[in-house]
């Protein structure tokens, strides 16, 4: 399994790039008492920028070291979605009350 480690440096070029928004609900880091975390997208793929996504502790501990989930429309496995490759918009919304 590769190194994994992400400087101080990464982790500053991943939240900035992120507008200090978790990649996966949109949460505000600013707003929230536990600091977020970089998500490896692929969990054994390696610390390239294109690999790390800001995510929330709520995000970061669902998804884990999954790379798929069961979609509860079908009912089937399907890919989680990937900051760096998906359309936050075509996989989630916003309810009325915006939570
Ligand atoms: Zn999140």
């Known amino acids: 399994m590769p190194k994994k480690k992400v400087s101080p440096h990464l982790r500053k070029h991943v939240a900035d790039r992120a507008l200090g928004c978790c990649e996966y609900c949109m949460s505000q880091e600013y707003y929230l008492t536990h600091g977020f975390s ?3 997208i692929n969990p054994v793929g ?3 920028p294109d690999n790390l996504a800001l995510a929330c502790q ?3 501990n669902f998804k884990f ?3 798929q989930a069961i979609d509860p429309e079908s009912g089937t496995y399907a890919a989680i979605f990937n900051p760096r490759a998906d359309e936050w918009k075509s996989h989630f919304r916003w309810n009325e009350n915006f939570t």
């Open 38 to 40: 970089i998500d490896h």
């Open 46 to 48: 390696n610390s390239d």
């Open 58 to 60: 709520g995000c970061n």
């Open 65 to 67: 070291t999954k790379k």
